[in-house]
């Protein structure tokens, strides 16, 4: 009858932490997978906002291409072609800046 009691009773507990290990296992994908590259992104982001120049050809979030004709803290003056109208928007607006090669092209 002891014999019966101790196959009836479950196996000592395992460690807890044993259960999260796929949890922070996955956890750790995501960091290195979507997390870092966006964080990555953002920051090169923030990098080409501050080093814009007067004279800089950039695309805008709206797809317009110009050329930056004046800077301010938080807003810039872009001459978009043909005929050199002038808009002025927010720095944040700029989504990238046109290499030299296709401004030649």
Avoid at 27 to 40: K, S
Avoid at 70 to 80: A, E, G, Q, S, Y
């Amino acid at each position: 009858m002891n014999l019966n009691l101790l196959l009836l009773q479950s196996p000592g507990s395992s460690n807890p932490i044993f259960g999260f290990l796929p949890i922070l296992f996955i956890f750790a994908i995501f960091y290195f997978l979507l997390f870092m590259p966006m964080q990555r992104q953002k920051k090169q982001q923030q990098k080409m906002l501050r080093e814009l120049q007067s004279g800089n050809t950039v695309v805008t979030n709206g797809g317009i291409i110009g050329t930056i004709v004046k800077l301010d803290d938080d807003t810039l003056v872009l001459r978009v072609k043909p005929d050199n109208i002038k808009i002025e928007m927010a720095r944040s607006a700029v989504a990238s800046l046109v290499s030299e090669e296709v401004k030649k092209a």
